[in-house]
């Protein structure tokens, strides 16, 4: 156990690995998931910081580990980044940061001012610090990962892809002249890390030491980077939606059931291997999903958002009968949560194993609802909590979403059958009078905030209408 | 063709097609692991490396998330042939009697999991005995791949002596086989046994094993080695694995104090502490005290009872959403009369099916168990836990904690002002 002052002490992934290892994809990602699931995290990538610092990139001799100049310029750009991840994770109340391209052999350069630096963070600033390893020995994978995301590097602007591959390649015996691979049976047995082997065919996994560390070694055990299609829509238009009632358990419109039929053709055309196809338990996406003709999965936390008492209610009827519950949401829609029912955050918990699936899975279509929708779609997207509620998912359209480089690209497909728009754009700002920094969710439903456990991750504090907050006089409450 | 109509379970309220008034197989539910082939766990390791404490809390886990798993232990055929254990000797290498009667057991376990996964329908079978030689292991895998199983090793490595020793005075020292036997006598004896195991232990090896599915558990979790997870319930086992430790601690769970619709004999809702729930709380308070724990974890739902009770222990405790009272729907806030009388159908429907139950618009204990999986995982990698929360869910931990089944789940006697404290213990 470690000692009380590493309590709710921010983390340090420091990434490391030879370059084409896939450290950047892998911090993109991890830093992706983690702000989705809720812990504010930043990337810090050294490759950056250097091509700040040294305007034009010549060639590989930059990293020749006998170039004393190059050697300094980096070192400096390691420092400037180590106190730019000081400021994020202790002034911004980041939790995590993420620091990409650092060699391990930074940390044992004895005469150097990092391994002094990296001690600093351990114990004066009380991060904790968690290593991911990359160890690729494959040559057809490297040769794929420096086609698919270093040709198109801003150091390589104008080259040809055949130079482009021979001077990347050269860079990479640069680093292997001093290259150190974690050693979990002598030298680093006292680290945590994960050390991912093979694009994660093995990996080898050091002194976990709390909840947030854990959750990372298991999301990186099961991502994947073979290439597949993740198709998203809703389900097709359903009674409620033409009455324009939220929520409910109602069955396909005949527009609905048109677009069911579209579907079907639209996925035959596509001729896609291995199809997955995933629904909620809700009426209307499982009669979307059996005009398909083939087989799926239903999953309860696909079901839409819970709206608590507003259930089955137009708008209008929610305005009319709970004029300030409506007037919060718009306010602050992914963390209001409908009395009795969820918030956008309470369903971003909720979708967590869907998108740990995902990420295991090939080829899916999951035939949803528009808030579960929008938080899928922020996760693969990168979309904030701000952005999240407003994305737009229109009935009768499929979002096609195809991994590629560092990201995702997203095709929309409408597929011509009308329906009802169900989108509400967040209304101007101040529409009740109030100056723009201050939120009546936090006015008024704010609950108290006790000091938080140790090594867990913040769990959201609301309480359901009709309790009023409790009043915290001091440690006991008065017993009346 | 028209899409197939869809009719709605009355129990489970989920929707399933059907073709002329039968269901039809075209849908699955989403259970755990939707995997068409069973799993075979194959344990590997020397004797008091925690096979045994693994295979059964590994067993545990994976039926109470709802995948139907079994464990076979070898030594126990072995002692169920073998009559009476005489000594290390029985285990030498070069004992021929010997070699035939374990390899005799090693075989009728294997048709004891056939059985069980081809014919019970068992998803996950655990084998647990040291298969430390890769000939052995060879010949399982062989059997695994004959009947269309998966196979996943997990071996565990152990060099300290201290958790040895320790492994030894926990549960080989009660063990059958010892029963006449002073501690002293066991414990040499035991040793020797180990040793008979050492000169032909071959570890999974990076190179060697590659082409297997398997995890290496070094030092009781310090680190771990993971090579080619095929599916969804291989990476829930390696993460489970991964999240478990042995350092002694103890777990506490409570319900709510007494509310003010427990007074009035309605469920659900969101009501606060009543006079003598106030008090509970209060007691609580003085009882934790007096406990003296070390660094006391406290967990409530986010529901306003739960948080009046920890509220009243002056100490710092997490919200968890998942862990609020079943939903209720329709019945929420009703009384039993109430339900029987507005919702007859509803009221014989829970009786006759609990577990399975969902309340129209609300949950079951199905459900419970699903959103409360990520509070077990935590519950493991923590120490001393308080748990504060409410009667189904408190039943929903229970059951896991103590192995019972879905069928007793729901009934389990979770009763207010009443805390359990549970110590794990052995294999148990």
Not at chain 1, 119 to 126: E, F, K, P, V
Not at chain 2, 186 to 198: G, L, N, S
């Amino acid at each position: 156990a470690w000692a009380s002052y590493m309590t709710n002490s921010p983390t340090l992934i420091v990434m490391i690995g030879l370059p084409a290892r896939g450290k950047t994809y892998m911090s993109k990602k991890l830093t992706r998931y983690l702000n989705w699931i809720g812990v504010p995290t930043k990337v810090f990538n050294l490759g950056v910081y250097r091509r700040e610092a040294v305007k034009s990139y010549k060639s590989y001799d930059f990293f020749r580990h006998d170039n004393k100049e190059a050697m300094e310029i980096r070192k400096r750009c390691a420092l400037v980044a180590l106190e730019d991840v000081k400021s994020y994770l202790l002034e911004e109340c980041g939790q995590i940061a993420v620091r990409s391209s650092v060699l391990k052999t930074v940390l044992h350069q004895g005469s150097s001012k990092l391994p002094g630096a990296f001690r600093n963070l351990i114990w004066g600033w009380g991060l904790k610090v968690f290593f991911v390893e990359s160890v690729c020995d494959d040559p057809e994978v490297i040769a794929a990962n420096i086609l698919e995301v270093k040709v198109s590097s801003p150091d390589y602007p104008e080259r040809h892809r055949e130079n482009v591959m021979d001077d990347f390649l050269k860079r990479i015996e640069c680093y292997k002249v001093t290259y150190q691979p974690l050693d979990p049976d002598a030298s680093d047995k006292d680290l945590s890390f994960i050390k991912v082997i093979n694009v994660g065919q093995r990996f080898l996994v050091n002194r976990v030491q709390d909840y947030i560390q854990s959750k990372i070694v298991y999301y990186l055990m099961n991502i994947h980077v073979q290439p597949r299609t993740i198709y998203l829509c809703r389900h097709g238009e359903s009674e409620y939606n033409l009455l324009g009632k939220i929520g409910g358990d109602s069955g396909l419109s005949p527009r609905g059931k048109q677009f069911s039929q579209a579907l079907k053709k639209f996925i035959e055309e596509q001729e896609i291997v291995d199809l997955k196809v995933w629904t909620s338990q809700l009426k209307r996406t499982i009669q979307t999903a059996e005009s398909l003709g083939v087989l799926y999965e239903q999953w309860k936390i696909l079901n839409e958002i819970d709206a608590g008492v507003c259930e089955e209610m137009t708008y209008a009827e929610i305005e009319a009968k709970y004029p300030d519950e409506f007037a919060m949401r718009d306010q602050e829609k992914y963390l209001y949560r409908y009395p009795g029912g969820e918030s956008y955050q309470d369903l971003v918990q909720r979708l967590e194993p869907v998108i740990m699936e995902l990420e295991r899975q090939g080829n899916v279509l999951v035939i949803s609802h528009q808030a579960v929708m929008r938080c899928l779609l922020a996760y693969f997207l990168d979309k904030s909590a701000d952005e999240l509620p407003y994305l737009r998912c229109p009935l009768h359209t499929i979002l096609k979403l195809t991994p590629v480089a560092y990201g995702c690209k997203v095709e929309t497909i409408t597929l011509n059958v009308e329906a009802v728009n169900t989108h509400r754009d967040k209304p101007s700002l101040n529409s009740h009078g109030l100056p723009s920094r201050q939120s009546p969710v936090r006015m008024r439903r704010n609950s108290f905030t006790p000091r938080a456990s140790a090594d867990t991750v913040k769990r959201p504090r609301h309480h359901s209408l009709g309790s009023k907050p409790l009043h915290l006089l001091g440690p006991l409450p008065s017993l009346e | 063709p028209a899409a197939r109509e869809l009719t709605q379970n009355p129990l489970q309220k989920t929707w399933e097609p059907y073709d002329n008034g039968l269901p039809a197989g075209h849908s699955a539910q989403r259970g755990v692991c939707m995997t068409n082939c069973p799993t075979l766990i194959v344990m590997v390791g020397l004797p008091a490396r925690g096979k045994t404490y693994i295979s059964k809390k590994l067993t545990r886990y994976l039926n109470w998330i709802g995948v139907p798993t079994k464990e076979f232990n070898v030594g126990q055929y072995r002692r169920d042939l073998v009559k009476k254990y005489k000594s290390f000797e029985f285990f030498l290498p070069d004992n021929e009697e010997g070699l035939k009667i374990r390899k005799q057991c090693a075989l009728a376990a294997l048709n004891d999991v056939r059985k069980y996964l081809s014919e019970e329908n068992g998803h996950v079978a655990v084998f647990d005995a040291t298969n430390t030689t890769r000939e052995r292991r060879e010949t399982i895998y062989k059997f695994g791949e004959e009947n269309g199983y998966k196979t996943f090793f997990v071996e565990s490595v152990c060099v300290d002596p201290e958790v040895i020793a320790a492994n030894i005075v926990q549960v080989k020292l009660g063990s059958p086989d010892y029963v006449d036997c002073s501690n002293d006598e066991a414990t040499e004896d035991f040793m020797k046994r180990i040793e008979c195991y050492k000169n032909s232990y071959e570890t999974l090896d990076e190179t060697l094993d590659k082409d297997l599915s398997y995890i290496k558990i070094m030092d009781v979790g310090r680190s771990y080695l993971v090579n080619r997870v095929m599916d969804h319930i291989q990476s829930r086992i390696v993460y489970y694995l991964m999240n478990i430790h042995v350092t002694p601690r103890s777990i506490y769970l409570c319900r709510h104090g007494e509310s003010e619709l427990n007074l009035k004999g309605r469920i659900g809702g969101d009501p606060g502490l009543s006079v003598r729930g106030k008090e509970f709380a209060k007691s609580l308070a003085q009882f934790i005290n007096e406990q003296n724990i070390k660094d006391l974890k406290v967990w409530t739902s986010q529901m306003k009872r739960t948080i009046q009770t920890a509220e009243a222990l002056g100490v710092p405790y997490e919200q968890w959403k998942v862990l609020n009272e079943i939903d209720a729907g329709v019945c929420e806030e009703m009384t039993y009369e109430e339900i029987q009388e507005n919702y007859p159908l509803e009221f014989a429907l829970r009786d006759q099916d609990k577990y399975r139950y969902r309340y129209p618009k609300g949950e079951s204990y199905e459900d419970l168990v699903q959103r409360l999986e990520p509070v077990i995982m935590e519950l493991e990698r923590q120490e001393n836990v308080l748990v504060i929360c409410h009667q189904a869910v408190m039943r929903c931990l229970l059951a896991y904690f103590l192995d019972k089944p879905a069928e007793q789940l729901p009934y389990l006697k979770c009763p207010l002002h009443t805390v359990l404290k549970l110590t794990p213990v052995a294999y148990g």
